[in-house]
């Protein structure tokens, strides 16, 4: 078994794929109203807007999506841009922070410590 890919819910397709494209660097691969993808050395971090398909949602924080940078440089340049809900610590052999995206989602960023 293998993950291949994940999505977190949106409300706001726009905001959401900006506030990536500009944590990524890199452009969406596919843009939809309701589902859009982003192609991460073949993961599919996606975005869901789930008002469009009238789904109820509830938000919390048990499942996080965690993405990792190469270094700590790296990762303390993403988190001056960011709202840093868990602050930058050192968990085994990573740096760890946590961050509010543009939509309320919880995500988690980390670096190798070396």
């Known amino acids: ?3 291949k890919s994940l999505y977190i819910c949106v409300k706001d397709m726009d905001r959401a794929i900006k506030f990536y494209e500009d944590l990524f660097e890199i452009k969406v691969t596919k843009k939809d109203d309701l589902f859009s993808i982003f192609d991460l050395s073949g993961f599919h971090f996606c975005l869901f ?3 469009k398909t009238k789904e109820a949602h509830q938000y919390g924080n048990s499942c996080l999506p965690s993405l990792e940078v190469e270094d700590l440089a790296t990762l303390q ?3 001056k841009k960011l ?3 868990f602050p ?3 968990i085994g052999k990573n740096y760890v922070a946590e961050f ?3 939509e309320g989602n919880q995500v988690e960023i980390t670096a190798p410590k070396v």
Do not use: E, F, H
């Open 49 to 51: 807007n789930y008002q």
């Open 1 to 3: 078994m293998k993950i």
């Open 100 to 102: 509010i995206d543009s």
């Open 83 to 85: 709202k840093v809900v």
């Open 77 to 79: 340049t993403k988190l």
């Open 88 to 90: 930058l610590t050192v």
